[in-house]
């Protein structure tokens, strides 16, 4: 199919890693992206990784990519109450195609 | 350097009025996304935009919408005859080039129609 999916919610406590999983659709996909959207916000880039890398590390942030199986995941580590908010994946096919967004609860 | 720019933030139009979003991309930008959120959706693209040209408009409605980027000012989408399945979320993207690293969003547009 077209779309790039994503499960829809994530429930984790404070102090847990949280791990988002995102499907994309197109192996030429240059980059694959996470953005971070809070309530009433734009998007935020959190990360990106380059297709021909398997993983990426950036502080608490740890982006791992399948290509074969075409799978990205976000691992944030230490997650905190400020972690809450909706997780969007992105892969770049000239123009930015988003998944539906993980919407991610820290609970204390 | 001031982030992507888009005014208003806000925007209520009854149906049947016309709605001008306004973007103005980050300094050295030159390409410009727009994306429409529905409550509780993800974003879909629906057009892609150089300076003077429209380089992908595959995600815009066929009626009623248009988008430009002028060589001076900001870029444009305009909704005409706004119906109550406008009332979303539009959010302005800008890169430096196509095959961009990093695509910066603005805060969004949210309009509503009454």
């Known amino acids: 199919g077209e779309d790039v999916e994503q499960s829809l919610f994530l429930s984790v406590r404070e102090g847990d890693s949280s791990v988002i999983n995102c499907t994309y659709t197109d192996s030429s996909s240059t980059y694959l992206y996470w953005y971070k959207q809070e309530p009433g916000a734009g998007l935020q880039l959190l990360t990106y990784i380059f297709s021909n890398m398997d993983m990426k590390q950036d502080q608490r942030l740890t982006v791992l990519l399948n290509k074969k199986d075409k799978h990205l995941s976000l691992r944030i580590a230490d997650t905190q109450t400020g972690d809450s908010a909706i997780y969007f994946c992105?892969?770049?096919?000239?123009?930015?195609?988003f998944g539906q967004g993980t919407e991610l609860s820290v609970k204390p | 350097n001031a982030g992507v720019m888009q005014n208003p933030r806000h925007l209520v139009r009854r149906r049947g009025q016309e709605a001008r979003l306004r973007c103005s991309p980050m300094?050295?930008?030159?390409?410009v996304y727009w994306y429409r959120q529905l409550p509780e959706e993800g974003l879909k693209f629906m057009v892609y935009l150089q300076k003077e040209n429209i380089i992908d408009e595959s995600g815009m409605p066929k009626e009623r919408f248009s988008a430009e980027f002028p060589k001076e000012g900001p870029s444009i989408l305009r909704i005409q005859q706004v119906v109550r399945g406008d009332s979303a979320a539009y959010f302005c993207a800008s890169s430096r080039g196509q095959e961009n690293t990093e695509a910066f969003f603005g805060q969004g547009t949210r309009l509503t129609v009454v």
């Open positions: 992105a892969e770049s096919r000239g123009k930015l195609i």
């Open positions: 300094k050295g930008h030159s390409h």
